[in-house]
């Protein structure tokens, strides 16, 4: 049973217009949220996170909703740019034991077009 | 930088056959992680180390071992090799346990076992 869903597998938007991928999460003990960019051939690389007591966090293009009462988030770039056509990890950190555990939606395949 | 170097960067294997995965950061982190991902699908935690000298399991260690004697290297051991066990594995580092503390990964390692 996934904790963390990517439902949408693949997007494709224009260059210079804003991508939104999204993310949904059934684990209410979740307290951090966190995006990764990967280009093939690559190890996965991080975006941007957030607090689960917080609902937007915003780095440069970069920004993320979170929606707690309906566990979803979001993860927008504006304006969105080819270098952008990556697959975007959502991943959920919990405490297990004595260490933290991410766990990771299945990705979402975004294409830039020129 | 450096960062998280894993090498071999691809490896085939026959059923049966051992081989170490071998994985090395050069940012001090004391915290590291072994990944597998499987076509299609979101990164499970194989095992974790908080320090040298301590590891521990994750989702899916059955046919791994690890060992962390340095805080630089943290190797993966595959026994027995089955195909079931072809992915590719990612190795990561992380400074700290916090929840936004973000995971650094190498670029994996693809292997295929025949």
């Known amino acids: 049973d996934q904790q963390v869903k990517q439902n949408s597998p693949s997007l494709s938007v224009q260059e210079g217009r804003i991508s939104i991928l999204n993310c949904d999460y059934t684990?209410?003990?979740?307290?951090?949220f966190l995006w990764y960019k990967k280009y093939p051939a690559e190890g996965p690389t991080f975006l941007i996170s957030?607090?689960?007591i917080k609902d937007k966090n915003e780095d440069g293009r970069f920004t993320v909703f979170l929606n707690k009462s309906a566990k979803h988030l979001s993860l927008h770039i504006v304006p969105s740019q080819p270098g952008d056509s990556a697959v975007y990890f959502c991943?959920?950190?919990?405490?297990?034991?004595?260490?933290?555990?991410?766990?990771w939606g299945l990705g979402t395949s975004l294409a830039v077009n020129p | 930088n450096a960062g998280v170097t894993q090498t071999p960067k691809f490896r085939i294997l026959k059923i049966g056959q051992s081989m170490t995965l071998q994985c090395a950061q050069d940012?001090?982190?004391?915290?590291m992680y072994w990944y597998r991902q499987d076509p299609g699908m979101g990164l499970k935690l194989i095992y974790y180390?908080?320090?040298?000298?301590?590891?521990d399991k994750g989702e899916v260690p059955n046919g791994y071992n690890v060992s962390r004697s340095t805080t630089e290297d943290f190797p993966l051991r595959l026994e027995l090799a089955a195909p079931s066990q072809t992915s590719v594995y990612f190795c990561?580092?992380?400074?700290?346990?916090?929840?936004?503390?973000?995971?650094?990964f190498g670029d994996g390692t693809r292997l295929s076992i025949l």
């Open positions: 180390s908080v320090g040298a000298g301590i590891t």
């Open positions: 990561a580092s992380s400074y700290s346990s916090r929840g936004e503390q973000p995971q650094h």
């Open positions: 684990n209410s003990m979740f307290d951090y």
């Open positions: 957030i607090s689960s």
């Open positions: 991943a959920a950190s919990e405490w297990a034991g004595n260490n933290r555990k991410l766990i």
């Open positions: 940012m001090n982190h004391n915290y």
